[in-house]
């Protein structure tokens, strides 16, 4: 059974700091999602990691995937307030049409001023 | 651009009632999957379809079924409705058309809240 692991799963950091997220999960897969939510809301679609070695940014936001270690990196540049929310890792591991998302326990994050 | 659609946002049912969610999908998207999120909790996989077939299911209780219909819209249909129903549903859509080199990326709709009193 795939087990996707996220940790920290709480975090308060300051304004202006970095820090990273991390998710691993525990059966081969390629396919790696990463979701932000806002408390009550939607989920939204922030990366789609495909291959080992993937990296990508959007604004203070960067992440990367290492297939072999079975590792996903979230990494948050000089935070900003409005970055506060839940992040989710989630993993593809059938890559079938229709196959299912397993998400991690999700990382509640707290930027203060 | 248009995006997922769930109907209705908010339902409060009594236990043992029964209970429809509405999902519809981004235009052109052809598969639907369907996700529960309890409070404070990571959302778990009930079922999908792609094409109007039943393509992968989850965790989803007998007193649940789901279908696709023609036009890709979804349906959840819930039964004797228990206390533990109560969560946030979701309804997500994907585009099979570019094929398995597409991310696949599922897009959430705004969920339906339902509480069971």
């Known amino acids: 059974e795939l087990k996707v692991e996220q940790n920290p799963l709480f975090l308060s950091m300051q304004e202006g700091k970095n820090y990273t997220i991390y998710c691993n999960y525990s059966t081969t897969s390629d396919r790696l999602y990463w979701y932000r939510q806002d408390p009550g809301k939607s989920l939204e679609s922030l990366f789609v990691?495909?291959?080992?070695?993937a990296v990508k940014q959007e604004g203070r936001l960067m992440a990367s995937l290492d297939t072999k270690a079975r590792l996903s990196t979230l990494h948050i540049t000089a935070a900003v307030h409005d970055l506060s929310a839940t992040y989710f890792c989630?993993?593809?591991?059938?890559?079938?049409?229709?196959?299912?998302?397993?998400f991690g326990e999700g990382t509640q994050l707290t930027v203060n001023p | 651009a248009a995006g997922v659609i769930q109907s209705p946002r908010h339902l409060i049912k009594e236990k043992r009632e029964t209970a429809t969610l509405k999902c519809y999908p981004i235009p052109r998207h052809d598969t639907v999957y369907w996700y529960q999120q309890g409070p404070g909790q990571d959302p778990q996989f009930l079922i999908s379809f792609y094409e109007k077939m039943q393509s992968d299911k989850g965790s989803i209780p007998d007193r649940f079924s789901a279908q696709q219909f023609s036009d890709y819209h979804s349906e959840l249909n819930m039964s004797s409705l228990e206390l533990g129903d109560s969560a946030l549903y979701f309804c997500?859509?994907?585009?099979?058309?570019?094929?398995?080199?597409?991310?696949?990326?599922?897009?959430f709709g705004p969920g339906t809240r339902l509480t069971v009193l």
């Open positions: 997500a859509s994907s585009s099979g058309l570019a094929g398995r080199s597409s991310t696949d990326t599922q897009y």
């Open positions: 990691l495909l291959s080992n070695g």
């Open positions: 989630a993993v593809d591991m059938q890559g079938g049409r229709g196959s299912r998302l397993t």
